[in-house]
């Protein structure tokens, strides 16, 4: 118990180190940017007195360092400071779309997870077979192939030519689960193809593993049926991996 508390301790600081880094890196970026914002907020004809007033608003009159460690101050805390086009506080646009990208995930997530594992299972049962071959082919084809060009195939051939999705997937508060769901549903397959095929390769490869393990064969001895086999000792011992997957692409 006392090595896994020390592991997610040394992962959970190892994640605080990168975000460090990362806002360094992004701050250090955004200042090396050029023009003013104070003039892109107020516009070409803004008076020398009007861009003074917004440079000191939004803190630009203070050295590059100090805004930054401010900045992290309040992030501590919660406090992102603002957005300069929405004027919306950026933690309450960070939690509507969090609550949106968790929707997508776990849409996502319900359709592949069973479907990975069935095919998986699947074409562990079925090595070297044609049926294997072609499964390898396509998931091949899945992984190498970028998101967004998944993204644009689905868009082409389920919405602009067939209409039976909607192109832009918007929602809101206000929508059903029903309407959630049809609207999300080509952004959550294109997530789906990407997983399921990590997840069956994934999940072939536990299969096939186990299937050579001691106790499996003692259990085919016995004269254990194949779904048995397959449910009581194979699967709980290959979740470890497929979970792994399921929560690196989700």
Known sequence: MGDILSIISKRLGL???TLLVISIII????????????????????????????????????????????????????????????QQPVSEAISTRFANTLFL????????????IFL?????????????????????????SPEFFLGYILI???AVKTGYFPAIAKIDDGMSLIDKLDRTFLPALT???VVVAHMMRMTRASIINLLASPYVEMARL????????????????????????VALNL
């Open 222 to 245: 016995k004269g254990v049926p194949a779904w048995k086999v397959i449910v009581k000792h194979t699967l709980p011992n290959a979740w470890a991996p497929v979970i792994n997957v």
């Open 27 to 86: 701050f250090g970026a955004v200042e090396l940017l050029p023009g003013d914002i104070a003039q892109a907020v107020l516009g070409q004809g803004a008076t020398e007195e009007n861009l003074a007033a917004m440079r000191e608003q939004l803190g630009l009159d203070r050295a590059a360092p100090i805004r930054y460690f401010e900045w992290l101050g309040n992030a501590v805390t919660g406090d992102f400071g603002k957005s300069l086009v929405s």
């Open 120 to 144: 998986g299972v699947l074409v562990a049962l079925y090595r070297n077979t044609v049926f294997d071959r072609v499964a390898n082919v396509v998931t091949l084809t899945s992984i190498s």
């Open 156 to 158: 082409l051939f389920l």
């Open 191 to 193: 997530m789906v193809l």
């Open 105 to 116: 995930a776990l849409y996502a997530a319900i359709i592949a997870v069973p479907v990975a």
């Open 15 to 17: 994640g605080l180190v």
